[in-house]
């Protein structure tokens, strides 16, 4: 059961049920990539342009509390890299107990569902779950179809991740996109519980934000976009984009001329 510190937590990843999340853990996957050398001048970017959230690794933390504009603070509790030997391999870098040391206000976890890996990051959510419900914190599950025969855009296979992390106790979660609203609809339909998109690989500017628009339209509940954000050459005017959508219900080419971007006739 949600308990009241919970909720109250997840007001302050989110805004009124709608969530922006802004993952920035990705320097331990990818190292110190653009957007993340000078991590401290991305967070208040996009936190002022509308995000609701960053998330980080535990380390960044002092990186993160003086630029985030009182934007909501994730804690990531697990990764791999990509020189190891497998990135679906995913270990854990971290406690709920640190999370809250940490200063966050939510914690997240991936699990790749249909990977060889999946039974331990099973039994690694279930405990995550349940030390963050003592504590009235959060639990933002990353929730992919990956592994061997796996489709990770296939719908079927999205709507059970997801419901796995309903199922083991997590209160958000945020999966790969199926492709278009229509088929996004059984992701969203197969959980109660909110469900972010993965922003992916960097694509074009309208991609995008046509890729938030159709997931909104699915029934998603926002976005928990990493690089397409904060690889871009200006993070704010991409994050005022999705902001646009995921909090106004903004159209493709309205969301496109809020974030200063040049729209086609």
């Known amino acids: 059961m949600t308990t009241p510190g919970t909720r109250a937590r997840l007001g302050r990843v989110g805004t009124d049920g709608n969530y922006l999340v802004v993952p920035m853990d990705h320097g ?17 970017a996009v936190t002022r342009a509308g995000a609701d959230a960053v998330l980080t690794q535990k380390g960044i933390a002092p990186r993160v509390h003086d630029h985030r ?9 697990n990764a791999s890299t990509t020189i190891g ?3 679906n391999d995913k270990r854990l870098t971290g406690t709920v107990e640190e999370a809250i040391r940490a200063g966050a206000d939510a914690v997240s976890f991936h699990i790749n569902v ?9 039994e690694d959510l279930a405990g995550i779950t349940d030390t963050a419900a003592r504590f ?19 719908p079927e296979s ?6 796995l992390a309903e199922e083991l106790g997590a ?5 790969g996109y199926s492709g278009d609203g229509a088929s996004f609809e059984h992701v969203c339909e197969s959980t109660r519980l909110p469900v972010l998109i993965a922003g992916g690989a960097r694509g074009s500017d309208r991609d995008t934000v046509e890729m938030v628009r159709g997931a909104m339209d699915g029934g998603a509940a926002g976005v928990s976009m990493g690089r397409s954000i904060f690889q871009h050459e200006d993070p704010a ?16 080419d309205e969301a496109l001329e809020r974030g200063g971007f040049v729209v086609e006739a």
């Open 237 to 252: 005017a991409i994050t005022t984009a999705v902001s646009a959508i995921v909090h106004d219900d903004a159209s493709v």
């Open 69 to 77: 504009n009182d934007a909501g603070y994730i804690v990531h509790l």
């Open 28 to 44: 331990i996957t990818l190292g110190a990539v653009q957007g993340l050398k000078d991590i401290e001048s991305t967070i208040d």
């Open 158 to 163: 999205l709507g059970h991740a997801v419901r």
């Open 114 to 122: 249909g990977s060889d890996h999946e039974p331990e990051q099973i």
């Open 85 to 87: 030997p497998d990135t």
């Open 136 to 154: 009235g914190i959060p639990v933002l599950a990353m929730a992919y179809a990956r592994g061997p025969g796996v489709d990770s855009t296939d």
């Open 171 to 175: 209160d958000l979660v945020k999966t």
